[in-house]
């Protein structure tokens, strides 16, 4: 799952790129306003997180102009003032949550797969395929009752691949939402990833869920023996 920070406190939007990529999300930075709505908008995100006191555009100009676009993305809140009004405002504009500095870094995860489930696309608290199923809150993987332990990487491959479960997914639409877009490595790295899940879910299991298709990418298929 891909989100988009606009936060100008550096040490802040450090930490929160370092936190939530700990959980699993592939995430770009902004620290600028305007620079924040032209990447909203020219990229695909599952969610953003917009600051409300920002230089150049602030987050209710962002939010405003993003739905005025007919841009229904997930947008959470933040801000350090207090206050109602500021609240009522912040959802007038078309912002889906809020959330006052300081928070819990556990709360705005909480709160950001919420948004996401609640997108445009109902989607499952569990996902499952046959009977390979992750729990993306809990970070967890299991084939039937067994748990099998993958890194933060490999789950965040299984889950897009699991999302778009039956889609041939290329190694570059792998990269742009599992990986965030200053990665500038070697697009086979994906190749090892794939490897290693193969490694983990399908081989001790006798089975073939992650399929190559030669030319366009990865497929994530029910399951074969």
């Known amino acids: 799952m891909r989100v988009l920070v606009v936060e100008d406190e550096e040490r802040l939007s450090t930490s929160l790129k370092r936190g939530l990529e700990a959980d699993g999300f592939a995430v770009d930075v902004s620290l600028d306003g305007t620079e924040g709505l032209w990447m909203a908008t020219e990229h695909n995100y599952d969610a953003l997180v917009l600051d409300i006191m920002l230089p150049g555009l602030n987050g209710y100009q962002i939010c405003a102009a993003l739905r005025e676009k007919e841009d229904w ?102 990269l742009d939402n599992v990986w965030d877009y200053e990665f500038e490595g070697d697009a086979n790295i994906v190749e090892v990833y794939v490897r290693h899940l193969r490694r983990k879910i399908d081989e001790p299991f006798d089975q073939v869920s992650i399929e190559t298709v030669r030319g366009a990418g990865y497929r994530l298929i029910e399951q074969r023996r």
């Open 73 to 174: 993305t997930p947008i959470l809140m933040l801000t350090a003032k207090a206050g109602d009004l500021d609240e009522a405002e912040a959802f007038e504009t078309g912002a889906d949550d809020y959330l006052r500095k300081p928070f819990s870094h556990v709360v705005l995860v909480a709160r950001l797969r919420s948004l996401i489930r609640r997108g445009a696309t109902e989607r499952p608290v569990d996902l499952q395929v046959g009977d390979l199923r992750v729990d993306p809150n809990q970070r967890r993987c299991w084939r039937g009752e067994t748990e099998i332990e993958l890194t933060t990487r490999e789950l965040s491959v299984l889950e897009y691949l699991m999302r778009n479960r039956g889609t041939v997914v290329s190694k570059q639409d792998i």
